[in-house]
Structure formats: structure tokens, C-alpha cells
């Protein structure tokens, strides 16, 4: 019933630009903060972005000036914009959702994979 669907990724060179999407269903977007994940082979699964119901968002130095993260409620869909891509930026991305109700309530989506290189 509830799902969290990436999509987007790809490969690019460094320098370039993708925009991934998440998109959701069974449940309603507006009681639920979201977030940006990445994992690279052999690494930790590191927070790219979140941003909130209301629509804070707050981003890593390395990320500030390159990635934006933003939503759109009424498609139930979160985005996250990668500009100015690196190598060091391949990774699975992954789409997370925790309930603002009920925090116990939370969603991992299949993840997406981004290859940078020349």
C-alpha cells in the first residue's frame, strides 16, 4: 500500500546536472517530513538534504550551493535538484519519509543510482 518510488538517476559527467524524483502513495505527503539519502559502496548511508512539512531545509557544507531539495504536496513528490556533480557524489540515492504524527511511522523508497565520471 505505501510506497516511496525514485526516479531520475543516471549517469552524467562531472559538471553536470540531475534532477531525481520521488514520488509517493498511500499515504498523504503534507503529515510527513522527507528526505534525501545517499550510500556509496563500502560507505555509511549519509543524509543528503531533508526538508520538513512546513518546508525547512537545511543542507551539509558540501552540499550547500549544489543540491536543492524541494516538494510539491499536492503531487506528493519530493525532489532533489544536483548541480556541479562530482565523482565523490556516486551513490545510491534513496527517498525517506517519517510520520510527523506518529514518528514510529517511516518509509524507505528502492533507491536510485547516480554514476558521476568521464
Known amino acids: 500500500q505505501v510506497q516511496l518510488v525514485e526516479s531520475g538517476g543516471g549517469w552524467v559527467q562531472p559538471g553536470g546536472s540531475l534532477r531525481l524524483s520521488c514520488t509517493s502513495s498511500?499515504?498523504?505527503?503534507?503529515?510527513?517530513?522527507m528526505s534525501w539519502y545517499r550510500q556509496a559502496p563500502g560507505k555509511e548511508r549519509e543524509l543528503v538534504a531533508p526538508?520538513?512539512?512546513?518546508?525547512?531545509?537545511n543542507y551539509t557544507d558540501s552540499m550547500k550551493g549544489r543540491f536543492t531539495i524541494s516538494r510539491d504536496n499536492a503531487k506528493n513528490t519530493v525532489y532533489l535538484q544536483m548541480n556541479s556533480l562530482k565523482p565523490d557524489d556516486t551513490a545510491v540515492y534513496y527517498c525517506?519519509?517519517?510520520?510527523?504524527?506518529?514518528?514510529?511511522?517511516?518509509?524507505w523508497g528502492q533507491g536510485t543510482q547516480v554514476t558521476v565520471s568521464s
Open positions: 526538508i520538513t512539512s512546513p518546508g525547512s531545509t
Open positions: 525517506y519519509a517519517r510520520s510527523r504524527i506518529q514518528t514510529t511511522r517511516n518509509y
Open positions: 498511500g499515504f498523504t505527503l503534507i503529515y510527513y517530513d
